[in-house]
């Protein structure tokens, strides 16, 4: 049960797009469409941005897209805002049947 | 609304026990799975393990299996879990999830803070 490897950290000028990578395996990220993503800021429970690879939740700005290719997903922030700035993590469901979330990608807004 | 709040948690010596408890409102809670996330101070989300509808569906992360066990009860509208075997590494905020696969919500507890340490 590795942990999904992102960047430590990403950062991005307000108005740019940044791109976070996830990267899992055949038995995780590459073999269920069930990739999420989730915002956490300092204090906070984590939110959900992104769930099954690419659909957005209720009330989730469409600056925030998600996508997947093999054993790599992306979350994509585009129109980068001051409010997005923390910490991001990915989640897949696996073979084992257990959930695994990636090590986590610091965000900030330069 | 949605809510769920945890309890529980608290200092514990190493080797000791602790029993985390969720109490569940705003929702038919014996419709859904559930389950634990923990993140250790400054650290990343851990996720724990987790419980389909009726409790006949349970699964573990390697780093807890044979140590925690989760259950609920429906009735109560309660998700538990039982911490045996503690270790310093088990120190973290533990939440209660409801949704973490194949749902366009997920609701998350305001996490119980448990440290292990002598």
């Known amino acids: 049960q590795s942990a999904l490897t992102q960047p430590a950290s990403v950062s991005g000028s307000p108005g740019q797009s940044i791109t976070i990578s996830c990267t899992g395996t055949?038995?995780?990220?590459?073999?269920?469409?069930?990739v999420s993503w989730y915002q956490q800021h300092p204090g906070k429970a984590p939110k959900l941005m992104i769930y099954?690879?690419?659909n957005r939740p209720s009330g989730v700005s469409n600056r925030f897209s998600g996508s997947k290719s093999g054993n790599t997903a992306s979350l994509t922030i585009s129109g980068l805002q001051a409010e997005d700035e923390g910490d991001y993590y990915c989640?897949?469901?696996?073979?084992?049947?257990?959930?695994?979330f990636g090590g986590g990608t610091k965000v900030t807004v330069l | 609304e949605v809510q769920l709040v945890e309890s529980g948690g608290g200092l514990v010596q190493p080797g000791g026990s602790l029993r985390l408890s969720c109490a569940a409102s705003?929702?038919?809670?014996?419709?859904?799975?559930m389950h634990w996330v923990r993140q250790a101070p400054g650290k990343g989300l851990i996720w724990v393990s987790r419980?389909?509808?009726?409790?006949?569906?349970?699964s573990y992360a390697d780093s807890v299996k044979g140590r925690f066990t989760i259950s609920r009860d429906n009735a109560k509208n309660t998700l538990y879990l039982q911490m045996n075997s503690l270790r310093a590494e088990d120190t973290a905020v533990y939440y209660c999830?409801?949704?973490?696969?194949?749902?366009?919500?997920?609701?998350w507890g305001q996490g119980t803070l448990v440290t292990v340490s002598s």
């Open positions: 989640s897949s469901y696996t073979s084992s049947s257990t959930v695994v």
């Open positions: 999830v409801r949704d973490l696969i194949a749902a366009a919500s997920s609701y």
């Open positions: 055949s038995s995780d990220v590459g073999g269920y469409n069930y």
């Open positions: 419980i389909n509808s009726d409790g006949s569906h349970i």
């Open positions: 099954d690879v690419s």
């Open positions: 705003g929702f038919t809670f014996s419709s859904y799975w």
